[in-house]
C-alpha cells in the first residue's frame, strides 16, 4: 500500500477514461476504472457502450492475473446485479482484488449500497466517496435523473447582444465552432426538445452532423398551435438520425396531419390546461422513457417556463458580439419571470465571435 493511498492520480485516470464514455452508454452511466498493483498501473477500461462490459470488467481483463492482490480505483459503485452482463461485483470477487477505491454510490436504488455492501461481505475492503465531486461530475445527468426522478436538463439558446434570436435574413446566428458545441452536446444527450415554431422558423434537421461521431437521438417536438406539416429534410432525418415525436394538447386531435412516417409519431397530452402542465406530464413521459439527460434548444415560452418552475439543470448562452435591431424571432424568454434568478456558478469562454456563458443550476426534483 502506498504511504499516500488512496492517490489521486489513479482516480483521475480513472475520471479521464470514463469520459470516454460520454455519449454511448444510454441508459447506463459512464465509468472508469484502473486497477493498480505495488504503485503502478496493471490494467485499465472504461464502459464503451451498452451490452459490453463494464469499466471494472475491461480494466480485470485488461490487467490479467495481476489483478490479484491489487487495487481497483472505480468512478462509480460496481453493480451487484444481472443485466445485459453479469455482476461487476462477481469479477471483482473472482479476480482476487483486495481493495477498491470507490467514488461515488450509484444513485439507480437497483444498485445503491448493495454492490458496497457485496465487496464488503467477500473481505475486499472498500473505501469510499474518494474525491467524490469529480466522479459525481464525471456523468452529472445519470445522478440528476434518479435523484431528481427526471431528466438532466440542458437549456441552450443563441442571442445577438441586444437579445435577438434570429438573424433577420435567416442563416446562422452562432459561429462554426459554436455550432459543432452544439452538435457534441447533443451527441452526449439522449434526447432534443424544441417547439414547432422552431422547426419551422428555423428548419434545423437536429441531427448530429458536425461533430467526429454520429448516433440516432430521439428529437421531441411540442406542438400546441397545430402544424399540419414540417419541412421535408427534418422528416427525412427520420430513418437515419433518430425517432421523431411530435406531442401536442389533446384540442389538437381533430387536426388532419401531413406529418407521417415509421419513425415520426404523433402523441397527445392526456391533460393541458396550461403550458405549464405539458411540461410535467411532458417530463415525466421522457422518465418513463428512460431518457437520461435531455438537450433543450429554444427560446420563448419554452425557456421561460423550464427557468420559471425551476426545472433546469444548465443553461448555455451563446452570445454572438453583433448588434440586430429589430428582430423577428421570439426573445430569449417568452415573458417575464416572477422573481429574480439568481446564479452562482458561470463559465465563460469565447468560441469564435461569439461568448458562451455556462450555468449550472440546481433545478427542482420531479413530483409524483
Known sequence: M?????????????????????????????????????????????????????????AIKDAGSRSRGAD?????????????????????????????IMGVRDPNPEVSGGGVEELRKNKIEVYENFMENECLNVDRPYHIFYRKK?????????QSLDGVTALPDGGYLSSEKVLKRVHRQRFISDAILVTSGTIKRDRPKLNIRLFKKNKKILRVVLDVKGVDSFPEEFL??????????????????????????????????????????????????????MIISLYVEA???LSAVLIEENLVDRISVDVSLMLLGKGNAPPPLGFPLSKKVDFSDCR??????????????DGKCLLE
Open 236 to 289: 427525412k432525418t427520420a430513418e437515419k438520425d433518430g425517432e421523431i415525436i411530435i406531442l401536442r394538447p389533446p384540442s389538437l386531435k381533430s387536426i388532419v396531419s401531413r406529418i407521417e412516417g415509421e419513425n415520426i409519431k404523433t402523441l397527445f397530452f392526456k391533460s393541458s390546461r396550461d403550458y405549464k402542465e405539458m411540461i410535467y406530464e411532458l417530463l415525466k413521459y421522457l422518465r418513463e422513457r
Open 348 to 361: 465563460i469562454e469565447k468560441a469564435g465571435r461569439d461568448v458562451i456563458f455556462s450555468l449550472e443550476v
Open 72 to 100: 481497483l480505483y472505480v468512478t462509480l459503485e460496481p453493480c451487484q446485479i444481472y443485466g445485459k452482463t453479469p455482476p461487476c461485483t462477481k469479477a471483482i470477487i473472482e479476480s482476487g482484488i483486495k481493495r477498491v
Open 299 to 301: 427560446v420563448g415560452n
Open 150 to 158: 427526471r431528466p438532466y436538463i440542458h437549456l441552450k439558446w443563441a
Open 2 to 58: 502506498s504511504k499516500n493511498f488512496p492517490e489521486k492520480k489513479f482516480m483521475e485516470l480513472a475520471i479521464s477514461l470514463a469520459r470516454k464514455s460520454e455519449g454511448k452508454t444510454h441508459p447506463n452511466p459512464c465509468v472508469g476504472a484502473v486497477i493498480v498493483k505495488n504503485g503502478r498501473i496493471v490494467g485499465r477500461g472504461f464502459y464503451s457502450g451498452f451490452g459490453k462490459d463494464h469499466a471494472e470488467v475491461e
